[in-house]
Structure formats: C-alpha cells, structure tokens
C-alpha cells in the first residue's frame, strides 16, 4: 500500500538539520526498498528547507508510522507536524523525473 508521509518543519531548524543530516539520509538507506519516492520540500527558490515528503509502499499504516516514528528528523524536533495518509497510484509519468 501507499502512504504519503508530509513532514513540515519547525521554525528556525535549518542548523539542526544540518546536523542530523547523515543520520537522516543513513535511515533513509535503511527503508531504500520501501521508499518509492522522498525529497526536501523548500521555498519557490529553494534558499530554505520546509519539510519532507516521503512516499512509502509499506504493509499498512503501522509500518508508515513505524518509519517516521525511527526518522531522525523526527526525534530532531526538526518537524513541526505530520500527516500521515494512505493514497494510491494514479498517473504516472516517470519520464518527468529524468534531468532533475
């Protein structure tokens, strides 16, 4: 199943996530064969981080929560909320993607 994961970060977390940087990319690794797609969400000219957005195909939402309840992000404080949200696959155009 899929599940979108929109994480937005607190105010004024640009240094903390610089620091948990390593680990954070680290955990992504771990959950590489459930990610089908992730990236920073920033402003229209990409000077600041505003959240994350993970696309998961996991189990059920326990394996979602699971996943964002172990990311380093999230046991930063660097993200302010989530929401969680069980979605399907509708268009899909992967050509887009190349040259980004």
């Not at 680990?23 to 992504?28: G, N």
């Not at 459930?34 to 600041?48: C, E, K, M, N």
Request: charged share 25%; aromatic share 12%.
């Amino acid at each position: 199943m899929l599940y979108s994961v929109y994480c937005q970060d607190a105010e004024n977390t640009a240094a903390l996530r610089e620091k948990h940087l390593v680990a954070h990319r680290a955990h992504l690794d771990a959950w590489r064969e459930q990610i089908f797609f992730s990236g920073p969400l920033q402003t229209d000219d990409a000077s600041v981080a505003l959240g994350s957005l993970f696309i998961l195909n996991v189990a059920d939402r326990a394996e979602a929560e699971r996943f964002i309840q172990t990311e380093t992000f999230y046991n930063a404080g660097i993200f302010a909320s989530v929401t969680i949200r069980r979605m399907r696959k509708g268009r899909y155009n992967p050509a887009l993607i190349e040259g980004l």
